[in-house]
């Protein structure tokens, strides 16, 4: 069984940073993409960021050059780092990883955390 935990959201005012982690555990082989996907209610899941081992990120236009992923393939971590926030990034923030276990291969998502950046 494969569980993601992710931690670290919370209030900010605009211009203000958060970091967000995400862990996975579990009868782990390997992990391909892992990203950060978030919602904002009433709006469609949208891609944050998302890292390949090895592969440039790629980042949402919205948040380049404010946000950065970091993954520690070693530890099955991920974290994103949020600089400059925005009001307009205020949603929920869910992690995500495309697992390999014994026998099988799946996407797996967190409970997801809140992000609220005021103005």
């Known amino acids: 069984q494969v569980q993601l935990v992710e931690s670290g959201g919370g209030l900010v005012q605009a211009g203000g940073s958060l970091r967000l982690s995400c862990a996975a555990s579990?009868?782990?082989?390997?992990?391909?993409?892992m990203g950060w996907y978030r919602q904002a209610p009433g709006k469609q899941r949208e891609l944050v960021a998302a890292?390949?081992?090895?592969?440039?990120?790629n980042y949402a236009d919205s948040v380049k050059g404010r946000f950065t992923i970091f993954r520690d393939n070693a530890k099955n971590t991920m974290s994103l780092q949020m600089n400059s926030l925005k009001p307009e990034d205020t949603a929920v923030y869910y992690c995500?990883?495309?697992?390999?276990?014994?026998?099988?291969?799946?996407?797996?998502w967190g409970q997801g955390t809140q992000v609220t950046v005021s103005s």
């Open positions: 579990g009868s782990i082989v390997t992990i391909n993409t």
């Open positions: 890292i390949i081992s090895g592969i440039t990120p």
């Open positions: 995500y990883a495309d697992i390999r276990s014994y026998g099988s291969r799946s996407a797996y």
